[in-house]
T-cell receptor, first 113, second 118 residues
Framework: TQLLEQSPQFLSIQEGENLTVYCNSSSVFSSLQWYRQEPGEGPVLLVTVVTGGEVKKLKRLTFQFGDARKDSSLHITAAQPGDTGLYLCAGALQGTSYGKLTFGQGTILTVHP | GAGVSQTPSNKVTEKGKYVELRCDPISGHTALYWYRQSLGQGPEFLIYFQGTGAADDSGLPNDRFFAVRPEGSVSTLKIQRTERGDSAVYLC????????????????FGPGTRLTVL
């Protein structure tokens, strides 16, 4: 059983469309992060959220942390082909060491021109 | 270079052999992390170091896996008696400080070592 469930696992859309990726858990997280990973490379941090209800924006990307700190979402507006990649959510489970990140299984996003 | 480097980039070995995977963190980073990523999955935590000591090794799957960081910089992940199920990309990350209550510290990942056990 995945502690962090990401959905959808695959997303194929046209340039200009909007999309949302979800990251859900029954457990509480001290913090939650979103990463993007390209083939042959390690994940690269996009954002960290630490407060329940927090919303962060990074250009066309909007990240939200659930009030209960059990879930998060990533929304991309007007997707571009350059957004194509693997998106991962990860968090530090409350009650475990802060350096131990639990990752979701990832969402593979393909944006067609 | 300025980033985390890992060597080798690819390692092919036979079942039962011993392998060592090396990670060079970003200079000055006190924390170092090892993850394993299987095809189609997110990374899975293995162990993390604060300085020379293992702060949390709860992710090591069994006693065939061992990691060291003797001088608080370079780390080596050692796998004994490799099995086909050990095949994966092994990722290393480092962070400047150590995460704590209410704070996080960005983990910078290396490109990984792809281990294939035949």
């Amino acid at each position: 059983t995945q502690l962090l469930e990401q959905s959808p696992q695959f997303l194929s859309i046209q340039e200009g469309e909007n999309l949302t990726v979800y990251c859900n858990s029954s457990s509480v997280f001290s913090s939650l992060q979103w990463y993007r990973q390209e083939p042959g490379e390690g994940p690269v941090l996009l954002v960290t959220v630490v407060t329940g209800g927090e919303v962060k924006k990074l250009k066309r990307l909007t990240f939200q942390f659930g009030d209960a700190r059990k879930d998060s979402s990533l929304h991309i507006t007007a997707a571009q082909p350059g957004d194509t990649g693997l998106y991962l959510c990860a968090g530090a489970l409350q009650g475990t060491s802060y350096g131990k990140l639990t990752f979701g299984q990832g969402t593979i996003l393909t944006v067609h021109p | 270079g300025a980033g985390v480097s890992q060597t080798p980039s690819n390692k092919v070995t036979e079942k039962g052999k011993y392998v060592e995977l090396r990670c060079d963190p970003i200079s000055g980073h006190t924390a170092l992390y090892w993850y394993r990523q299987s095809l189609g999955q997110g990374p899975e935590f293995l162990i993390y170091f604060q300085g020379t000591g293992a702060a949390d090794d709860s992710g090591l799957p069994n006693d065939r896996f061992f990691a060291v960081r003797p001088e608080g910089s370079v780390s080596t992940l050692k796998i004994q008696r490799t099995e086909r199920g050990d095949s994966a990309v092994y990722l290393c990350a480092s962070s400047l400080g150590v995460p704590g209550e209410g704070t996080t510290d960005t983990q910078y990942f290396g490109p990984g070592t792809r281990l294939t056990v035949l």
